[in-house]
């Protein structure tokens, strides 16, 4: 079983940039044998996908909304999976999630993750 823990969540301004981390402990597989993704559930609403990356990161898929804004990367050797946010709008405002796939390729529906984090607070002030 994987442990994910999530940081960089804050209180930015709309047109400002966050990069949030995703760090992975605990698992007999190693790192790179994760599909991840990262979603977020903003108050009142559903958890929705925001972006998913395969095993080695060679292949990346974005929910249209942060299509061009957001970019979702890997560092295999640091057990780290990254988002990096930029032009941030008041409208993506949420509880960031990542999650884990022990099965590769890009998933976006949630009930194909095994493991999820905890999740880390962005708020983009307009």
């Known amino acids: 079983q994987v442990q994910l823990v999530e940081s960089g969540g804050g209180l930015v301004q709309a047109g400002g940039s966050l990069r949030l981390s995703c760090a992975a402990s605990?698992?007999?597989?190693?790192?790179?044998?994760?599909?991840m993704g990262w979603f977020r559930q903003a108050p009142g609403k559903e958890r929705e996908f925001v972006a998913a990356?395969?095993?080695?990161?060679?292949?990346?898929y974005y929910a249209d909304s942060v299509k061009g804004r957001f970019t979702i990367s890997r560092d295999n050797a640091k057990n780290t999976v990254y988002l990096q946010m930029n032009s941030l709008k008041p409208e993506d405002t949420a509880a960031y999630y990542c999650?884990?796939?022990?099965?590769?390729?890009?998933?976006?529906?949630?009930?194909?993750?095994?493991?999820w984090g905890q999740g880390t607070q962005v708020t983009v002030s307009s």
């Open positions: 605990g698992s007999g597989r190693t790192f790179g044998s994760y599909a």
């Open positions: 990356i395969t095993w080695t990161g060679g292949r990346t």
């Open positions: 999650a884990a796939a022990e099965r590769n390729g890009l998933r976006t529906n949630q009930d194909d993750y095994d493991y």
